[in-house]
Each structure stands twice: as C-alpha cells, then as structure tokens.
C-alpha cells in the first residue's frame, strides 16, 4: 500500500513534475529547488559510477548526518519552549511550582519561539536557494542544523526583523560567498549571533532581554529581576547566587535549567540528552568536547586557586552548567566544517575554546559571556592548528623513515608492535 | 622462530552474503573467447603497438608492447585462438584484444630457465608475465631496467568475499614453488617481504616458503590488513618515494612457475564467483580473462545486476554479454543494481544497509563486534556534497596518514604537500575504504589516481 503511493509519487515527480525544471523547462532555473525537494521525499537512484571507484557505498550521506544534530537538539528545545512559560509565569507570580500550568507555560513559549524559528528558516532557506539558483549548485543540507541553532542561541525577547537581517547576513557573509555547506569558515549559527551582540547590544544582553514578558511586563512581582546567573555571579560571585532573592540559582537549577537565559542553551540536562545521541552515533566528535570541558574546567580550576574577586573563587563546576558553556560545547564547537580537522587538533581546539571562554567570561568584564566569542576564534585558529598539527606530522614521518633500514641478509629482531 | 605481529585496529570488514564455497564446479558454458585488456597495466600508453592485429595466436605468443617500456617487455596472448577484436575505447585507446579460443590449446615455447637472476628476467620480460608485477609507488607496471629496493607478497586478501588465497594454488602446487623459485632468482639477494594474516589460519604451503633474506611478517585487524600497501607502510616505507618496491600476488607465481618448469604460458586458474546474485556461489577452473558469460550462465538470480570483475572496491564493471574477466582477477562478484528511488531512504532504512555510521543499526553491530552478512546493491546512497565530515578516513585507515588532507592536497594540485602527505605510499585500493565509507560521497580513488599521474608526471 505505502509502496504504491510512493511509488505513483515518485512517478508523478519524475513525469509531471521535473520536465518543468529541466533544460527547456518553464523553471529551468529552480532547477535545484526542485532537485532539493525531491533528494528530500527520495533517496535518488543514483548509482556508483566512478571509475576507477568502489562499487557500494556506506548507507551514510549529509542529510542524515545534519538531521541526527537536528534529533539532538529537541530536547534543549523542548525544554527552552516550556522554559520561555515558565520564566513569564514566575515574573507574574502564576503557576510559580516546576508542574504547575504546564501547557500554558508550553503554549507561551510556542508563541514565541515558533515565529522565531520560522523566521530564520525562511530567510536563511530563501537565501540558500537563491545562491543556488545563482551559482548552479545544489541546495545542501547545513541550513537544517544552522536554522535551529540560530533560533535557539537568542534571547526570547528578540524582535524577529533582528533575526531575519542577522540570518541573512550569517548566511550571505558567514557561509554563502565561501562556496556555500563546508566552505566556510566560522560557525554560521554563531556569526548570526555575533552580529546581533554587536549590532543591537541592548537587545542582547543586560537583564531586560532574558525572561518574555509581552504585553503583561506592568504587572511583575515586586523583587522582579531579569538577571541571568552568568550576571549575578559577575556581579558577586558564588555569594550573590546563593543570595539573590528572585529566583534560586543553584547548582541543580542551573544544571536542569529552569533559569533565563538564551531560549536552548539553560538546561544543561537536555543539551546533555542531545550530546549523549551525538556521541552514540558518532556524528559530533568527542575529542573536541572532552578538550573543551577540560579546557574549561583547568581554567575556572586555575581560577579558584588564585581567586583575586569573587567570581574567581566561584566552584570550577558552576561554569559547565552556566550560561552557553555546555551548548556551546555539544553543538557549536563539534561543527565539523568549522573546527580542527585533525584528531590532535581537535584536542587542542577543544581545550583553547574552553580556555579562551572561561577568561573572557571571567575576567573581562565588558562581556559576561564568553563562549560564543571563544568559538568563534576557535573557529579562526582552527586551519593554523591543523597546519601545525600536519607539519610536526611531516618532520615526524621524515626522521622515523630514515630510521627504519632492515639489516641486509638476517630478519629484523623480534618484538611484538602496535599500530594505528 | 616467532615472526613481529603487527596489530591494526584500523578499517572495516564488509561482509556480504555469497561466499564462494571452496570447491571447483564445472563451467556451465563452454569459454569462447578470452581477452587480455592493456587498460589492467598501468603506467603504459593508452595505444600499445600491437605485434599481431588478426590471424592465429598461439598461447604466449607476443601480442604487443609498450614504446615507453621498450621492446623488451612483450604482453603475449593469454590462449591461443583467432585474434576476434581489438576493442577500442575513446580517442581509439585499446580496452581489450579478444581472441577466439582453440578448443585444443597450442603453445608458444619460451626459453625459461633459472640460472640466475638475469635468465629469469629475461624470461619474464618476453613472457610478459613480468607485467603482474605492480611498483610502489604510483602502482605501475615495473621497469625492465630497474631494480628495487624490495619485494612484497601479501599472503592473504581481506576484500570482500575475496578467495583464501591457498585454495588459489591448490592443486598446482608445483607450478606454485617454481615460481617462487623463481622470484628469489629474480629479487637477486634484495629482501622478499611477505605479510601473512595472524588471524586467519595458514596452509604450510605458504608457511613454508623460505630462503635466504625472507622476511616474514604477521597482521592482524579489519580490512585492508591483508592490502600490500598497508604491509610496505608498516615495515618498510616507501615515505616521499624514498624506496622502490615490487609487489606480486602469490597465485600468479603459479604461472609464472608453469613458464620455468614447462616453457610455455598456461594461464590457467581458479576463478571465484561470488555474492548474493549468484545461484551456486563457487569455484570454476578456466583460463585467465575469459569470457564473463560462460561463467555466468544459469547462475543469475536476476538480470538486473552489476558484474564487477574483481571485488567491490575495486574492481570493475563488465558487461554480462560481452566482457571478459581481467586476467589479474581471481573473482567475480555480482550484486544487484540500486537505481531505484527509496522514500525517504536517507532517513528510513528499508532494508539493513551496511554502515560504519551508527546512526544505523549495521554500524552499531559492527561496532559491537557482531558478524552480520548484508546483501549489497550498487546504490550510492546520496548526493556528492563538499568535505563536511572529519576523521572518517583515518578511522578506516590503519596507516599513520592523513587520507582527506592528501586529497585535498591533491584537489588544489599542491606537489610538495601531496609528497609530504604520502602521495607515494598509497594507491587506489588502499584508500578505498575511504570512498566506501565517505558521507559526502567523494569519488577518492579517482582523485588518488589522477594526482598520483599529476605526480608522476611532473615530479618523475
């Protein structure tokens, strides 16, 4: 039954359809918006060609790949939309309990959330297309990863005209004019972030931004405060989030996520769900997070050694669960494209994000947050670590061949040895 | 003696359905012709001279030569018959010289002797036999007048539904020590590597083999452990070309024994058909690149299919009507087509795909260490994209290289990098794996072959 519906859709497609977009069709042009949509409803028929070349293929391809990170980012997603509810329900004063109006907290967020996704996926899909119609190439699939991750890197409060322009820019600047899916050099997502920080600062940072209010901010609890955790604790340290009075943020708070900030980045339960599908398939690499936690976690160490303010003296272990440290960790720095391509590089690009985000975060107080900003020169030194890495690969290849001369007429001493 | 075992983790197994039992069934059609492809010789002209374009041929009778190899080197018919077609490709290149067969096979005498190192080069150089024999680096057909700096034997093939290599010399067990002989003759007091599996069980036969300046070594691991390659890299690299190395397959030393003990070409062999399209997957005795059909006939399941001379990865496409099995082939394998659309296929598995990814089920039994057999088919399973994914080569690679760097060292046509990231260590059936495996399709054994001749010919 499925199987003669697709197949008369796919016959469909193939007479009624496609002629239009091919040579001599109306739509010659959108070829590749066509293209695009049928390689999304069908795997095509294409079959192994090359020659010399291997004759079956792994069953793995890009979109499969794009849409794991896509499975792994529901569930910081879903959570992000219910925290949206929740963070407007406690400013006033309603269904103040974790359980409490849990559909109304989720149509709350929705409301915000859902205009902004589309938002993004239209501009950042319009783009893409146009690009490919432009340049005659096909539609790729890293707008499917890179639109999600726009929509939930912002703050809820983001008029959605700043989205479309910041998407529009990321996509044309960031990713575009390079060659399009893994041409580029920064993370798309994060350039679209950076420039709202740096365009519009006021609608991304301070403490208005972070909890959605709409059209009831005149009727807040007395005590309201918008405060992210990354600004109390900037402010006074392990102290003022042990004593702030608005909301509690402790660890566990933090960690489960039920605090403001960007609308996927609060829970670092769910970023972990999604990190724990990354790492069972193997589509993020884990060298690159295990360096960057430990990059993160030597650096607030070295912190609380030398505390010289209270933020310094804050736990090692508030930093993982704070601000986008975590998400930053299991969705921007693993970016193939963008990061080392080397398996030492990946090391040691991992542990310079995690270094580089704790000291703009700690120590330079102009930015309370530092994870975006650490990617993103991550991301510039990336190519320079890898051209490191190859060098010392070259001079070591160079001296261990010179080395190994077997003796002319007796076989080499016996010893059991390991490779690869 | 204990022998260095070196252990690789590296790569992966694909393990198809249809093996091909070890025994010997009779052809099911008489061959009618057989041909001998210049195309399976790299590193000589795309138009060799022919020395006969029609009339009879006897068996080992010279056919053509290559002007850059010199008159020395002579390919000689693989049976005696009429010469049918010089089948020519684009630009007027010869893809194959078909011959009709005798029914009673007619042989050309060669003077063969293994006096010493230059009769048996002699010898294998008007025979053309010497042609089995590829150099590392770039995979060529060595120079008559050169020699190398060693000789590698792989005992073991670990593609594929691949023969053991033991029941490929079964039988001719003479013929098969001759030819070692006569390699030892030939390497002349160089080294003769060979690289034996430390998992899969040896006959004595090859145990055996033994000699002044032989060196054995054992490997263990995933494919391509049993690749030549792999072994040179390990203990005897040809890094930045600073060695030269001749490598051969033990099941040609077979004939290269029938030429010293009786003075004639007899290109008999065992050739395996195998995978899940064929009725009775097993073994047919006939002559080297005979005619596919007469394999072929009544052990089809279906018609759709991809006939590939050789294994999967690397072998190639031949028409089920008229082609002929390359004469360096051992096997052939057949699987389906996959020129059919999937609905949503690249989300929704229909049916168990083979993958190192796990994202799929197979990926994650492989990675679990469960053995299961998986019916293939010739489907590309997506759309060619740009580098995305990183460390997926070198986690099928058990070399101490960086794969995709020297491909896109390759891709800008970059000399020195593509030197540094040992352009001479590998050829196309190392890397593969490397295009089986890749998420963005990449063709890599093509851009491997064209850099290597970019190389080759700029460089020298």
């Known amino acids: 039954m499925m199987k003669k519906l697709t197949d008369s859709l796919w016959n469909f497609l193939q007479t009624k359809v496609k002629p239009h977009f091919t040579k001599g069709g109306k739509f010659e042009n959108l070829f590749y918006l066509y293209e695009a949509i049928e390689t999304f409803l069908f795997l095509p028929p294409e079959v192994t060609h090359d020659k010399p070349g291997t004759h079956v293929r792994d069953g793995m391809n890009l979109k499969r790949l794009m849409i794991h990170v896509v499975f792994a980012l529901i569930p910081a997603m879903l959570f992000g939309i219910w925290n949206i509810g929740h963070q407007h329900y406690i400013a006033l004063g309603e269904y103040v309990g974790l359980s409490e109006g849990l559909m109304d907290k989720f149509l709350v967020g929705l409301k915000v959330f859902l205009p902004i996704l589309i938002v993004v996926m239209a501009v950042g899909g319009t783009i893409e297309v146009l690009f490919s119609v432009i340049r005659k190439h096909p539609v790729t699939e890293g707008f499917l990863v890179t639109g999600p991750l726009i929509a939930l890197i912002v703050p809820p409060t983001i008029p959605l005209w700043m989205v479309a322009v910041a998407t529009a820019f990321a996509v044309t600047f960031g990713k575009e004019i390079f060659g399009g899916t893994g041409m580029n050099i920064v993370n798309t997502a994060l350039l679209a972030r950076a420039f709202l920080f740096f365009a519009y600062p006021a609608h991304m940072s301070g403490d208005q931004v972070w909890i959605y209010l709409g059209e009831a901010a005149d009727r807040v609890v007395d005590g309201f ?30 960690f489960f996520g039920w605090i403001p900030g960007s609308i996927g980045e609060t829970s670092t339960l769910a970023i972990l769900l999604g990190a724990a599908l990354l790492l069972h398939t193997g589509v993020a690499d884990w060298r690159i997070m295990a360096g960057m936690l430990l990059g993160g976690i030597f650096t607030a160490f070295l912190f609380n050694m030398f505390p010289a303010n209270e933020y310094m003296a804050l736990p090692w272990y508030y930093h993982l669960v704070m601000g986008g440290f975590a998400f930053g960790l299991v969705f921007m720095a693993t970016d193939p494209v963008t990061s080392a391509s080397t398996f030492t590089g990946k090391w040691i690009y991992g542990f310079i994000i995690g270094v580089v985000a704790l000291i703009i975060r700690v120590l330079n107080p102009a930015y309370p947050e530092g994870v975006m900003l650490a990617i993103l020169l991550g991301n510039v030194t990336a190519p320079l670590i890898d051209h490191l890495v190859i060098k010392s690969y070259i001079s070591r290849r160079e001296r261990q061949v010179s080395a190994i001369v077997p003796s002319p007429k007796t076989q080499e001493p016996v010893k059991e040895s390991s490779h690869a | 003696m204990a022998y260095p075992v070196i252990k690789l983790k590296r790569g992966y197994d694909l393990l198809i359905e249809g093996e091909a039992e070890e025994k010997i069934i009779p052809l099911p059609e008489t061959p009618t012709t057989v041909a001998i492809k210049p195309t399976d010789f790299l590193g000589i002209r795309p138009i060799p001279k022919l020395l006969k374009k029609e009339g009879s041929i006897k068996a080992g009778e010279p056919l053509f030569y290559d002007k850059d190899y010199g008159e020395e080197l002579t390919w000689t018919a693989p049976a005696s018959g009429e010469i049918a077609e010089i089948r020519r490709g684009p630009k007027r290149r010869i893809e194959a010289i078909v011959i009709l067969l005798d029914k009673e096979q007619d042989y050309y005498e060669h003077e063969a002797t293994l006096d010493n190192a230059d009769s048996v080069r002699k010898a294998l150089l008007s025979s053309g036999l010497w042609a089995l024999m590829v150099q590392r680096p770039y ?16 005992m073991f093939d670990t593609h594929p539904l691949a023969p053991r290599l033991e029941f490929l010399v079964k039988d001719y067990e003479e013929d098969f020590l001759a030819g070692w002989e006569a390699l030892k003759k030939l390497a002349d007091g160089l080294p003769i590597f060979l690289g034996y599996s430390a998992e899969r069980p040896h006959e004595d036969i090859f145990l055996s083999l033994n000699g002044e300046n032989i060196r054995k070594y054992f490997f263990s691991g995933p494919h391509p452990s049993g690749n030549v390659g792999v072994h040179i890299h390990h203990v005897f690299p040809t890094y930045k070309g600073s060695r030269k190395i001749w490598t051969i397959k033990p099941q040609y030393l077979v004939w290269w024994g029938r030429l010293f003990r009786k003075g004639i070409i007899d290109l008999t062999t065992k050739i395996a058909l195998t995978a899940h399209e064929v009725k009775e997957p097993a073994f047919y005795e006939t002559i080297a690149g005979v005619n596919v059909k007469a394999l072929l006939k009544d052990q089809l399941k279906n018609d759709h299919v991809r006939v590939i001379s050789g294994n999967v990865f690397t072998g190639t496409k031949i028409d089920m009507e008229k082609g002929h099995v390359s004469i360096k082939d051992n096997m052939v394998t057949v699987i389906p087509e996959g020129d059919f659309p999937e609905f949503q296929g690249w989300l929704i598995t229909h049916y168990p795909k083979p993958s190192i990814s796990r994202t799929f089920l197979s990926g994650i039994l492989y990675h679990l260490g469960i053995p299961v057999r998986y019916k293939v088919n010739t489907k ?13 080569y070198e986690q099928v690679t058990p070399m101490d290289l960086y794969p995709q760097h020297l491909l896109k060292a390759i891709i800008v046509k970059d000399l020195d990098l593509m030197e540094q990231l040992g352009i001479h260590e590998v050829i196309e059936e190392d890397l593969a794996l490397c295009e089986f495996v890749c998420t963005s399709k990449t063709p890599v054994q093509k851009i491997l072959r064209e850099g290597i001749e970019l190389f080759r010919h700029e460089v020298g």
């Open chain 2, 380 to 392: 590309m399973h997506g759309e060619r994209r740009p580098f995305v994914v990183t460390g997926e």
């Open chain 2, 139 to 154: 995979g060529l057909v060595p120079r008559p007048d050169e020699k190398p700096d060693a000789i590698f034997m792989s």
């Open chain 1, 225 to 254: 405060s918008g405060a992210t955790p990354l600004a109390v604790a900037a402010e006074g340290g392990y102290q003022a989030l042990k004593t702030f009075s608005y909301q509690s943020y402790g660890f566990w708070d933090m």
